[in-house]
């Protein structure tokens, strides 16, 4: 019980952090306060994590702790490039495009993947609370048969960071890791 007492006080001050934000969009709102948390489980999802550790599969095929951290980094700077921030995380050549998990790469050290989060993470926010309607319903186009729009993006992309880290956080398990602390 006193671990859920500790969760809902660090999203308190999630919260007070947002209500103190202004807004150019309401349907902002939400969006900036998962993305407050998960900027911050991010970096306890990788806390003592041993670059050695980062590229074990276990034996199958799924994405492992690197490629999900940099994947995890390079969409956060691919939203910032479609805001106007133009700007590239150090690995970006093996991330662009939406390339997936490479079997023979070694990718880089966790810490080159922090340092790259933490430099684009308070620039995206600021971004994020400062996009207005018009540019969240700005229509992009994937492919012939498929167009989403900004605000969709954005929420797709917000979900699958949750997700990324909830990997990353079972992997921590599945290596043999204390649980990720949440606070």
């Known amino acids: 019980m006193t671990r859920i007492f500790r969760n809902i006080h660090a ?4 919260k007070i952090k947002v209500m103190e934000t202004k807004f150019a969009s309401n349907r902002m709102i939400s969006i900036l306060a998962l993305y ?3 900027t911050g489980y991010f970096i306890r999802a990788l806390e003592g994590i041993s670059n050695k550790d980062t590229h074990k599969r276990l034996d199958t095929k799924a994405n492992h702790i690197a490629w999900l951290t940099g994947s995890l980094v390079q969409q956060r700077y691919d939203i910032a490039n479609r805001l106007g921030i133009k700007r590239t995380q150090s690995a970006d050549d093996l991330f662009k495009d939406n390339k997936g998990i490479q079997d023979d790469v070694q990718y880089p050290p966790l810490e080159n993947f922090k340092k790259d989060w933490e430099k684009i993470s308070p620039t995206l ?3 994020l609370a400062s996009v207005t ?3 969240l319903d700005e229509v992009i186009e994937m492919s012939p048969e498929f167009s989403m729009s900004s605000y969709e993006l954005i929420c797709f992309c917000t979900y699958r960071e949750a997700n990324c880290i909830g990997q990353i956080a079972l992997w921590r398990r599945l290596l043999g890791y204390a649980a990720m602390n949440y606070m």
Not at 11 to 14: A, D, E, G
């Open 125 to 127: 926010r600021d971004a």
């Open 36 to 38: 407050d948390l998960q």
């Open 133 to 135: 309607d018009k540019q």
């Open 11 to 14: 999203f308190s001050r999630i």
